[in-house]
């Protein structure tokens, strides 16, 4: 798999956190050989998301809860709005022992810039905040 040890789309790292590109995501994703835990808060998630079965709706607030439903066996993408609330999630899973973690490099926000697929729950709105929340 493509790790970064450092981010390309976003300023926000900490240490020991790896960063996979949204392409690359992508791609393992509609593979099945990853699953990605969406930790932004369920009315973000509502406005567009990643639509497959191998994505999690698990917001930060409630991570800890949510431990034992992740999956170990593979590598799991952590994703939010700009990979700030995210890098910090992926580096508590890897305190937490899971090995096989990533932030998604960027964000939902980097994920819509390389034009990759999302469904909208609600309608449609300016069209042009793409989940900023500017509507």
Same mark, same amino acid.
């Given at each position: 798999?493509?790790? +970064? ?9 900490l240490?020991?956190v790896?960063?996979? #590109?949204? +392409?690359?995501?992508?791609?393992? =994703?509609?593979? &099945? *050989?990853?699953?990605?835990?969406? !930790?932004? @808060?369920?009315?973000?998630? *509502? %406005?567009?998301? %990643? ?8 917001? /930060?607030?409630?991570? /800890? ?12 993408? %952590?994703?939010? #709005? $700009?990979? @700030?609330?995210?890098? +910090? !999630?992926?580096?508590? =899973? $890897? ?6 973690? #990533?932030? =998604?490099? &960027?964000? /939902? +926000? ?11 729950? /609600?309608?449609? #709105?300016?069209?042009?905040?793409? &989940?900023? &929340?500017?509507?």
């Amino acid at each position: 798999m493509k790790l +970064k040890e450092q981010p390309q789309y976003q300023s926000f790292h900490l240490e020991g956190v790896e960063h996979i #590109a949204p +392409k690359d995501a992508y791609r393992y =994703l509609s593979e &099945g *050989e990853v699953i990605m835990i969406d !930790v932004r @808060e369920k009315d973000e998630f *509502e %406005v567009e998301h %990643v639509n497959t079965p191998n994505v999690l709706l698990y917001p /930060m607030p409630q991570i /800890m809860e949510r431990l034992q439903y992740i999956p170990d066996d593979r590598l799991v993408i %952590v994703i939010c #709005a $700009k990979g @700030e609330r995210s890098t +910090k !999630v992926a580096r508590l =899973l $890897k305190i937490q022992g899971f090995a096989q973690v #990533a932030n =998604l490099d &960027g964000g /939902m +926000k980097q994920w819509l810039k390389d034009n990759l697929p999302v469904e909208n729950i /609600m309608p449609e #709105a300016c069209g042009s905040c793409h &989940g900023e &929340g500017c509507c």
